[in-house]
């Protein structure tokens, strides 16, 4: 069978896998696996991003139209959730939409909000207004901002938690009009995910909080403090984008939805949660699992965090000691508590003193570090392999190499295997 699969931010891969060694694809039905005819649902292609971005707004689930809820002057914010793929053709149609309103509803400033990995002058910006809109007042009246947590003047305090601890949030957001999140869909519980208020807080709070969260520290009571704040702020309205399994000429969306809380956070997850969910109760207990990454940020943290993610969630699908293989753009820096198992090397003498260091991306390295403790791990493309196999990681050059580890193993095949919400 030939493979194709897409991972990092747009490179692809295409290999021939004997489809008898194929136990599992997640997103392509076992029988179909024979064949190759992949299940790619509904899946939205680029070229109708725009429609349904404002279809979407026009009819909410569980809200009015956002035409209905503005008024003329109206101080507009979209907070940006960190990576979020496709994030320049999202912005570009409610960009477009919002100024295209009638007069009785047009705003008098939109401002996007991005954190600092997703600035404008980050790599993969290309959002270009003078493009997108026509009028010189329209370009005058869009502004962006990149949050600053660490200062003062970027930040107003919203109020108190039940520990009487500060709530503090973006200025933009504590005095806009009207706000309305833009964000995607992860499994929850993954690190730095808080439902559809990731794209609010603890992102655009002060550093003080945006440490506390890291932490991940009786995670209920966060999650409810993150939607307290959505609360006080008074936003009603999200946006969410549901991701598509990666496949060359697919759309990258199953689902661009606008709604009210319930409707996104509740029923918009159910349908992310049922596209995305896999049961590996059946213990395949493959030989090998190959697994994608990929990303749409320019955050080095969050994309560690992915492929830490996809190798915890691989892990669920092979026998002890089998290999699990991930395909993603691997790029410095290394996460610290990385760089203190690579100087230590012994497993209970490494996780102490990561706890010891309690960086925020302690939970994750320790998950992959008793990982590689317990199967083989291999990284393609390569990168540094002299790090690589000084951590047990198994550097892979070239497609040739790669093709020589799966040969002749029963494997499942995992795109995007960050996303995948294991049951």
Known sequence: MKVQLSYGKDSEIEWDIPSENILYFHGVYLDDAKTGDAKTGN????DEIKARICAALDAPQGYPPLRECLIQGDSVVLPVAPGLPMRDAILEAILEYLWALDEPHRPGRVAILLSAHDSPNAP???LELEKILPEEWMRERTTFIVHDPEKKEHLALLGL?????????????FEADFVLPIGFYLPRGAKGYWGVHTSIYPLFSDLETRNRFNLEEERDELEAEAAEVTRQLGVALFFQASLAPRKKGAGRFQNLAAGAFHEMDAAGYAEYSEL????????????????????????PDERWRNIFRAVKNAANFVSDGGLIVVLADFQPPIPPSLEIYRQIRELNPSLKAIRKRNLPDAPYVMDFIRILNEYRVAFFPSFDGDFLEEIDVMPLQNLAELSRVVENRECVILPDAHQIIVR
């Open 276 to 299: 995305w969910g896999a049961r590996p109760a059946a213990r395949l207990e493959a030989g090998c699992a190959i697994a994608t990454v990929s990303h749409g940020g320019d955050d």
């Open 43 to 46: 899946a939205i292609a680029d």
């Open 124 to 126: 993969f910006f290309s």
């Open 161 to 173: 938690n039940e520990a009487n601890e500060s709530l503090v949030v973006s200025r933009e957001l």
